[in-house]
C-alpha cells in the first residue's frame, strides 16, 4: 500500500530498531496511528528525553542523569566489590536479582582487533587507576562466554597483576534443561572447566 508520507517516514525510523523488519515496523506505525494523541505525545517525549537527558556515569559508565549513576551515588553499595560487564543492560539485569551490593564498571563492549576494538577503546587504564585509587578488593568479571570475552579476562588479568585484588570470573556452562548434543563447544569446555565436585576425594 502506498501510504501517506509521515507513515512512510515513522515505518523508516522503526525499521532503524534492531529485530524490527518492514512488516512489523509497518504494524507498529499503523498502531501509533491508532494511538490516543496524549499517549502518542508521551510516546515522542519519552524518545527526546532518553536522547537529551541521558548520559554516562562518569565513573563506571553506567547510564545516568547528571554526572554519576544511582549506583555509584549510593553509599549504602559495597565499594570494595566491583563488577566488571560489557554493556548497561547488564546492570539492569544483576539489579533486577538483587543479590549484588557491590558497585559496576561497564566497559562498553569487548577486546575484538577483528572488530577495531582495542584495549584503549574500553578506556581500561581509567579502569585500572579507579581500582588502584578507590582500592577495591575483589573484582567480578561477569562477560559473556565468547573469544572476546575470555580475551578481554586475560587483558584485565594481565593489567591488574601485582594488585592487591582477588579477581574472578562467573562460572559458565550448561543451561538447566539443556540437550549436550546441541551445545556448542566452547560452552561445553566451559562447564567442563568449572565443574563443581560432588564427592570428597
Known amino acids: 500500500m502506498n501510504y501517506p508520507q509521515p507513515i512512510k517516514e515513522l515505518i523508516g525510523c522503526l525499521k532503524k530498531l534492531p529485530g524490527i523488519g518492514e512488516k512489523t515496523a509497518e504494524r507498529l506505525a499503523l498502531s501509533v496511528l491508532e494511538m490516543d494523541k496524549d499517549v502518542a505525545m508521551l510516546f515522542s517525549k519519552s524518545i527526546v528525553d532518553v536522547k537529551e537527558k541521558i548520559t554516562k556515569c562518569s565513573k563506571c559508565n553506567n547510564l545516568a542523569i547528571g554526572d554519576l549513576c544511582e549506583i555509584c551515588k549510593d553509599d549504602s553499595r559495597n565499594k570494595k566489590v566491583m563488577c566488571i560487564i560489557e554493556e548497561p543492560k547488564s546492570v539492569a539485569m544483576f539489579e533486577k ?8 564498571y561497564v566497559l562498553g563492549g569487548l577486546i575484538s582487533p577483528l572488530d577495531g576494538i582495542n584495549p584503549e577503546d574500553l578506556n581500561i587504564d581509567k579502569l585500572v587507576k579507579r581500582i588502584e585509587e578507590e582500592k577495591i ?3 567480578i568479571v561477569a562477560v559473556k562466554p565468547s573469544i572476546e570475552g575470555e580475551t578481554t579476562t586475560l587483558y584485565l588479568q594481565k593489567k591488574l597483576e601485582g594488585l592487591p585484588v582477588t579477581i574472578s570470573k562467573i562460572a559458565r556452562g550448561l543451561p538447566i534443561g539443556a540437550d549436550i548434543d546441541y551445545v556448542d563447544p566452547l560452552t561445553l569446555e566451559m562447564a567442563l572447566e568449572d565443574r563443581i565436585k560432588i564427592t570428597k576425594s
Do not use: K, R
Not at 536479582?97 to 559496576?104: E, L, R
Open 97 to 104: 536479582m538483587g543479590t549484588f551490593n557491590g558497585i559496576y
Open 137 to 139: 578488593e575483589e573484582i
